[in-house]
């Protein structure tokens, strides 16, 4: 399949920023894609006109325009899932005073499609669109757990298991045994192994086809939060999620 050069280069642009990296001078964006500052300058302007890129008037850096928020929004919009969950993970959310989510697989990573924010909640650090490893995050391990035996591997090959925090698991054999505990119990939990301090549950989401289309969870601080009120958490957290597979079609 033949590759449009000036496409394949703006989007490689707009794959520069992230939510560590927000703005860039053409200098930076030149070095980090290898192309020249005429060339780089071109692109740039040509997304801009379009509303994918702005630029600061003031420091002259490019950050991404608010274009692809309001593709962003349209995309989610239609997402019926997303749709379906959400009252779920404001009355989860509301019964425990945590903060909720629900999240996604996309290639090799769980991303947040929905946040629902505690009125007791401390978390900050989860945002809609963060993408969240497989090993390490609850909802990683939620998302990937039901599925068959070959698609875990196919999942699995080539995966690299980062070190999050003192607690995060790094090698194959441990992860996947912990996956067979999780289809048991029906849930999957990260104790401090993504964030310091945090501790997570979550639970798959099926659709009509018994697949799995989500995962839901809910995030608490161990220092808040105790291992009685966690359980109780869970309790909800796997009514919520049964429910709205029902909606979605499922039939245990």
């Given at each position: 399949m033949p590759?449009?050069?000036?496409?394949?280069?703006?989007?490689?642009i707009l794959d520069l920023f992230d939510e560590h990296t927000k703005?860039?001078?053409?200098?930076?964006?030149?070095?980090?894609i290898g192309l020249h500052k005429s060339t780089v300058h071109s692109l740039l302007k040509t997304?801009?006109?379009?509303?994918?890129?702005?630029?600061?008037?003031?420091?002259?850096?490019y950050k991404l325009g608010l274009k692809l928020l309001?593709?962003?929004?349209?995309?989610?919009?239609?997402?019926?899932?997303?749709a379906t969950a959400r009252k779920h993970l404001v009355s989860l959310s509301e019964q425990?005073?945590?903060?909720?989510?629900?999240?996604?697989?996309?290639?090799?990573?769980?991303?947040?499609?929905?946040?629902?924010?505690?009125?007791?909640?401390?978390?900050r650090y989860s945002r809609i669109g963060r993408r969240v490893p497989l090993h390490s995050s609850a909802t990683g391990k939620a998302l990937i757990a039901f599925r068959t035996t070959e698609d875990i591997e196919k999942l699995l090959n080539g995966y690299r298991y980062v070190r999050q925090t003192g607690f995060t698991?790094?090698?194959?054999?441990?992860?996947?045994?912990?996956?067979?505990?999780?289809?048991?119990?029906?849930?999957?939990?990260?104790?401090?192994?993504?964030?310091?301090?945090?501790r997570c549950a979550s639970v798959p989401i099926f659709n009509h086809a018994g697949d799995v289309a989500a995962a839901i969870s809910i995030s608490t601080m161990i220092s808040v939060v105790d291992d009685e009120q966690f359980q109780q958490c869970i309790r909800l957290l796997l009514d919520e999620a049964a429910q709205i597979s029902q909606l979605l079609g499922y039939k245990s």
């Open positions: 590759i449009i050069q000036s496409l394949d280069r703006a989007l490689n703005e860039l001078k053409i200098t930076e964006i030149s070095t980090r997304l801009q006109m379009h509303g994918y890129i702005a630029q600061d008037s003031d420091s002259g850096k309001e593709k962003g929004q349209l995309l989610l919009q239609g997402m019926d899932i997303r425990t005073g945590q903060t909720t989510h629900l999240v996604i697989l996309d290639g090799k990573e769980g991303v947040y499609l929905d946040k629902v924010e505690g009125d007791k909640a401390a978390i698991k790094t090698d194959k054999e441990s992860f996947v045994h912990e996956l067979a505990d999780i289809r048991l119990q029906g849930y999957a939990i990260d104790n401090q192994e993504n964030e310091p301090g945090v």
